[in-house]
């Protein structure tokens, strides 16, 4: 095998890795007569190779034993190697993923269209959420509650059972495994978000939603502990095509005009009845436009919590006291053609009621809400510097 391998490098070849190198501690791995280390084979390999692939989460980005608190410091092998590597992550991946993209570069001599995290986007360019045949369920507020429960075998959404499909990017939903056969969601368990970096130490519990109460550690994230929402952040919103409809009555009946949002308000109002009541007691029919931030923030904590907001803080706090680092998407709308820059909420509120029928906590809201808002105001501000 050793002779193989050195004949190898004297021809072309692409170098496929699976498994995450041990580059401090190398003896964790050694490897034949000459006990190499495997970090010092993958330098040797990597250093004639014409092209490296990292296959699987472990190679891409160290995977389950670089969870905390590594006791090998294995990491994924783009972080020890100064060549190029394209990043093919999944617990497993996929046979198509891996398949198509080495055939890509042996049909054409050139590296497939990568994102920011060097992944093929043909395959990780879109939210594996979008694309599953359960999401439907999800845009009703219809969840399992249980992984044997009647919804859940008639297609609900697993979210509240810990599916970690909304902050995954991978074409499962798509390819499928086993020849398309099938995929974790449809055959009845949540997303685990293999595919994505440090995926065992920053989604919590896997048959949880990411609410405090299901945390078993506040990651140390600089994220975080940032302030929120500096005066300079608020001028550019107050500068920029932003308004929204602020009576919480009125925002309700525009989602439940379609089947999906009528069914979502319903369970809405079936799940937080005390909050539905004080919605029908303190608003009525007429229009409320607002082209207040801390307005939206305010609606949002009238549907979490039933109750007005008092302290703008209070939103800001429970934001920042989030255990977890990724936030629950929110589809605010940006377009930065027009005459200034618009940004569109109107749609983004039926989220709140998505994820609060799907067991997301006024942490995980806020935080997530807030991250939204920040993201836009970063393009926007990027729009303005250029």
Do not use: Q
């Given at each position: 095998a050793e002779e193989l391998l050195e004949h190898v490098l004297e021809e072309d070849f692409i170098l496929a890795v699976e498994g995450g190198v041990a580059a401090i501690d190398t003896f964790f791995l050694t490897i034949g007569a000459q006990g190499e280390s495997g970090y010092e084979i993958l330098e040797?390999?990597?250093?004639?190779?014409?092209?490296?692939?990292?296959?699987?989460?472990?190679?891409?980005?160290?995977?389950?034993q670089a969870a905390y608190p590594n006791p090998s410091k294995t990491c994924g092998i783009s972080e020890v190697l100064s060549q190029k590597v394209v990043n093919i992550p999944g617990c497993p991946p996929s046979d198509i993923n891996i398949i198509a993209t080495l055939s890509f570069f042996a049909l054409f001599g050139v590296l497939p269209e990568l994102d920011e995290q060097n992944r093929p986007v043909w395959a990780y360019g879109k939210c594996l959420h979008d694309m599953c045949e359960r999401k439907a369920k999800f845009e009703s507020g219809i969840f399992a509650e249980h992984f044997d429960d009647e919804a859940a075998k008639n297609g609900a959404c697993l979210f509240k059972v810990g599916c970690?499909?909304?902050?995954?990017?991978?074409?499962?939903?798509?390819?499928?495994?086993?020849?398309?056969?099938?995929?974790?969601?449809?055959?009845?368990?949540?997303?685990?978000?293999?595919?994505?970096?440090?995926?065992?130490?920053?989604?919590?519990?896997?048959?949880?939603?990411?609410?405090?109460?299901?945390?078993?550690?506040?990651?140390c994230n600089e994220e975080l502990k940032q302030e929120f929402f500096l005066e300079e952040q608020i001028k550019i919103l107050e500068q920029i095509d932003f308004e929204f409809e602020s009576n919480i009555k009125l925002i309700l009946q525009n989602i439940a005009k379609n089947k999906l949002g009528a069914l979502l308000v319903e369970n809405y109002k079936k799940s937080f009845e005390k909050n539905y009541a004080f919605i029908e007691q303190n608003f009525d029919e007429n229009p409320m436009p607002s082209k207040d931030?801390?307005?939206?923030?305010?609606?949002?904590?009238?549907?979490?919590?039933?109750?007005?907001?008092?302290?703008?803080?209070?939103?800001?706090?429970?934001?920042?006291?989030?255990?977890?680092?990724?936030?629950?998407?929110?589809?605010?709308?940006?377009?930065?053609?027009?005459?200034?820059?618009?940004?569109?909420?109107?749609?983004?509120?039926?989220?709140?009621?998505?994820?609060?029928?799907?067991?997301?906590?006024?942490?995980?809201?806020?935080?997530?809400?807030?991250?939204?808002?920040?993201?836009?105001?970063?393009?926007?501000?990027?729009l303005k510097a250029s």
């Open positions: 040797k390999l990597a250093a004639k190779a014409k092209a490296i692939f990292a296959v699987g989460t472990c190679s891409s980005y160290g995977g389950i970690k499909g909304p902050y995954t990017y991978n074409n499962c939903p798509k390819v499928k495994f086993n020849a398309k056969t099938s995929w974790p969601v449809a055959a009845g368990h949540g997303c685990i978000a293999c595919s994505e970096k440090n995926f065992w130490d920053e989604f919590g519990n896997y048959e949880k939603p990411m609410a405090n109460i299901f945390s078993y550690a506040k990651l931030f801390w307005k939206y923030l305010e609606i949002s904590f009238i549907l979490v919590k039933g109750a007005f907001l008092k302290d703008k803080n209070d939103f800001l706090i429970a934001a920042k006291n989030y255990a977890f680092k990724h936030a629950s998407p929110y589809d605010f709308k940006l377009n930065m053609n027009a005459e200034k820059p618009k940004l569109d909420v109107s749609k983004s509120f039926r989220m709140t009621l998505i994820y609060l029928c799907g067991g997301l906590d006024f942490e995980g809201v806020a935080y997530s809400i807030l991250k939204a808002f920040e993201d836009n105001i970063a393009k926007i501000s990027s």
